[in-house]
T-cell receptor, first 109, second 111 residues
Framework: EDQVTQSPEALRLQEGESSSLNCSYT??????LFWYRQDPGKGPEFLFT???AGEEKEKERLKATLTKKESFLHITAPKPEDSATYLC??????????FGKGTRLHILP | DAGVTQSPTHLIKTRGQQVTLRCSPK?????VSWYQQALGQGPQFIFQ???????QRGNFPDRFSGHQFPNYSSELNVNALWLGDSALYLC??????????FGPGTRLTVL
């Protein structure tokens, strides 16, 4: 069964303390992997699409990387405004997209 | 560009009632997908509409139905509501296959 698993479920960091979030997937014929940020009570905000192993993309303090079995979202010197739930998702079949449960990130000032 | 818009923002219904949620896609997007997100969970795919037809469906009962209009806007209908339908309902728009952009969601509470 196709699955997307994110770890850890929750992460508390001090401001400036870098870390990584993990997204592992079991989807045959990967056609891309998406990262989203979601603030409480709001819709997910698109961050990145990664298409092939070895690909990396950056945006401000975030960098996403992709291997054949997992993706990492690296957060460098985070600030309190980076606190959110980070979701990864992979397409399955022609149209379905499967989301992980997310990692709740809390950055302490 | 207003992005993806959804209405209403919040909704309270009682068990057995029916509800209609609405979505307007981002300008230039022709595909609309609907998701249900329970508290603490990732979004669960309900179905996707393209060219006014349902193209894919997740594991949701027939009580969940939808429609897409010629202007690409979409509706999600849920009949015979029960307590477990309480969730944040998200609409996402995209081109035929590509990055999906989400609306702010509709918070549905079933009492």
């Amino acid at each position: 069964e196709d699955q997307v698993t994110q770890s850890p479920e929750a992460l508390r960091l001090q401001e400036g303390e870098s870390s990584s979030l993990n997204c592992s997937y079991t989807v045959s014929g990967l056609r891309g992997l998406f990262w989203y940020r979601q603030d409480p009570g709001k819709g997910p905000e698109f961050l990145f699409t990664l298409y092939s192993a070895g690909e990396e993309k950056e945006k401000e303090r975030l960098k996403a990387t992709l291997t054949k079995k997992e993706s990492f979202l690296h957060i460098t010197a985070p600030k309190p405004e980076d606190s959110a739930t980070y979701l990864c998702a992979v397409p399955r079949g022609d149209d379905k997209i499967i989301f992980g449960k997310g990692t709740r990130l809390h950055i302490l000032p | 560009d207003a992005g993806v818009t959804q209405s209403p923002t919040h909704l309270i219904k009682t068990r057995g009632q029916q509800v209609t949620l609405r979505c307007s896609p981002k300008s230039g997007h022709d595909t609309v997908s609907w998701y249900q997100q329970a508290l603490g969970q990732g979004p669960q795919f309900i179905f996707q509409y393209y060219e006014e037809e349902e193209r894919q469906r997740g594991n949701f009962p027939d009580r969940f139905s939808g429609h897409q209009f010629p202007n690409y806007s979409s509706e999600l209908n849920v009949n015979a509501l029960w307590l477990g339908d309480s969730a944040l309902y998200l609409c996402a728009s995209s081109l035929r296959w590509g990055e999906q952009f989400f609306g702010p969601g509709t918070r549905l509470t079933v009492l």
